[in-house]
């Protein structure tokens, strides 16, 4: 049996080095045998290999009835949805210990928390995160020639930043147990952190959008002693960066027209050439 300082919760069955197994399995193999049956299911069992040995060490057949229900399919944005392993792990303990918790429920409560969450995960994650820090580490590695310190930091940040977050909610979800999941989810908090973080998202890709998308018109007129060029005299008068914002609309619509991005890529540059060699667009270094 376990020493009680040991224990990761006051009268609990689950170590904390069993715990921190548990979450290290998740965020280092949680694409693991990834597959459009059980999609992160396999990944989610193996979650509980040092679980499983805690809550029945002596009962092979408990031990198989855990495992077939945490295989069952899950899928969620690794680092918000980590709370929801936490909770599960919560449960079954609670379980383990004879409460009446049906093995459905925790089922149930897995497969009702994985969309709110990989909301929540993909937006401020994908939507936000990853964007800035690109934007910033490009940069770095673009102001001078050979520069891999950009790379290398963005690796290094976005590693330590997964760990980071997934470990914190991991052991939120595992502390607070379900009942807290649903009620942050219940109060609106929800809601409040999509909206800040999808403002927040728009702002960084709009910025991205100034700095990367790069579309020039290359059409001038000439009359007598004078040059109209088409860009400078026009578009960069009434607003500058018009045309790479107006790129940027017509791709989002044809996304929503739900065009492939194969097709849009290969559109892009289909037009690209034939702009160059027409004379309408121009390549500005």
Not at 62 to 83: T, W, Y
Not at 215 to 236: A, M, R
Request: hydrophobic share 50%; glycine share 10%.
């Amino acid at each position: 049996m376990a020493e009680k300082s040991n224990l990761a919760r006051k009268d609990g069955l689950v170590t904390k080095s069993a715990l921190r197994h548990a979450w290290f399995n998740w965020e280092t193999f949680v694409q693991t045998c990834y597959n459009y049956e059980r999609m992160m299911g396999q990944a989610c069992a193996h979650v509980f290999v040092p679980i499983a040995r805690m809550l029945y060490r002596d009962d092979a057949l408990k031990r198989r009835e855990l495992m077939r229900r945490e295989i069952e399919f899950f899928n969620v944005e690794p680092e918000f949805g980590a709370c929801i392993l936490g909770m599960s792990i919560a449960a079954e303990e609670e379980k383990a210990q004879g409460a009446p918790i049906p093995g459905e429920f925790i089922t149930n409560i897995k497969t009702s928390l994985m969309g709110p969450l990989a909301g929540i995960g993909d937006t401020i994650w994908q939507g936000v995160v990853i964007p800035i820090l690109l934007g910033i580490c490009i940069d770095l590695t673009t102001s001078g020639s050979g520069n891999i310190w950009g790379a290398l930091l963005y690796a290094v940040l976005i590693t330590a930043g997964a760990y980071a977050v997934s470990y914190a909610s991991f052991m939120f979800g595992y502390r607070a147990g379900s009942d807290a999941v649903v009620d942050f989810l219940e109060k609106g908090t929800l809601g409040k952190l999509l909206k800040g973080a999808s403002i927040m998202g728009c702002m960084v890709m709009g910025g991205l959008v100034v700095k990367y998308v790069v579309v020039t018109c290359g059409i001038e007129f000439s009359t007598t002693g004078t040059v109209f060029n088409v860009q400078k005299d026009l578009f960069d008068t009434i607003m500058p960066k018009i045309l790479p914002l107006c790129v940027t609309m017509l791709v989002y619509w044809l996304l929503k027209k739900r065009w492939s991005s194969l097709k849009i890529i290969a559109l892009i540059v289909a037009v690209g050439i034939i702009g160059v060699l027409s004379g309408a667009l121009t390549y500005v270094a």
